[in-house]
């Protein structure tokens, strides 16, 4: 079966400081990868997909970005962190190559920038 | 107009209740239908999918999309307290293969 782990599970940032989350994927090849943010008040808002190692693509501008160095490992990052970054960030994974993708989500990671 | 709406409640309702959560959409090419479950602090785990006007069934759950009215609803019989949380209607484009659009969701309190 599939599992997907995200960590760390809760951060506590001061603003301009940098950011790494980490997302893995275990017992699957090559999903399809998501990076969500949920806001209070605001729901999930897509931050960014891949569908393979390298392949990036970004749905809003932003200080973030997005990294995917191995099949199942998805990274989000930021140089320096916004009052406005904070919320509960959830990677996700989806089947390969599905015409109507479902989408699995981790545990997530709530950050707060302070 | 936003392309999913969700009343977002507060919806408080005793144990054993019938509970209906809705969804409207504004676009005609949003061809498949999800819907979420988010407990408190956790990720969102899928609980129905459907792709057809009609009823779908799963237990105490049941989905129903009307496409000609754009409007999908998630009914919940018999309702536990366990079933309190966050519930998000989702929906895919046919035309896009990877993203979804999620509604706000609404916050359903079952009190025992």
């Known amino acids: 079966s599939q599992t997907i782990h995200q960590w760390p599970a809760t951060l506590v940032q001061p603003v301009g400081s940098p950011l790494s989350l980490e997302c893995t994927v275990e017992?699957?090849?090559?999903?399809?990868l998501y990076w969500y943010r949920q806001a209070a008040g605001r729901g999930l808002q897509l931050l960014f997909y891949s569908v393979g190692i390298g392949q990036i693509s970004s749905e809003v501008p932003q200080n973030l970005s997005a990294s995917r160095p191995q099949d199942r490992q998805f990274i989000l990052s930021s140089k320096k962190l916004l009052l406005s970054d904070s919320g509960f960030y959830l990677c996700?994974?989806?089947?390969?190559?599905?015409?109507?993708?479902?989408?699995?989500f981790g545990p997530g990671t709530r950050l707060t920038v302070l | 107009q936003k392309e999913v709406e969700q009343d977002p409640g507060p919806l408080s309702v005793p144990e054993g209740a019938i509970v209906s959560l809705n969804c409207t959409y504004s676009?005609?090419?949003?061809?498949?239908f999800m819907w979420y479950r988010q407990y408190s602090r956790k990720g969102p785990e899928l609980l129905m999918y459907?792709?057809?006007?009609g009823n779908k069934e799963d237990g105490r759950f049941t989905a129903q999309v009307d496409k000609s009215s754009k409007y999908i609803s998630l009914f919940i019989r018999d309702s536990q307290p366990s079933d309190s949380a966050t519930y998000l209607c989702?929906?895919?484009?046919?035309?896009?293969?990877?993203?979804?659009?999620f509604g706000k969701g609404t916050l359903l309190t079952v009190n025992p």
């Open positions: 017992g699957t090849s090559n999903p399809n």
């Open positions: 996700a994974w989806g089947r390969p190559g599905g015409a109507a993708d479902t989408q699995y």
């Open positions: 459907t792709y057809s006007s």
């Open positions: 989702a929906l895919i484009s046919g035309g896009s293969n990877y993203t979804l659009t």
């Open positions: 676009n005609s090419a949003f061809q498949y």
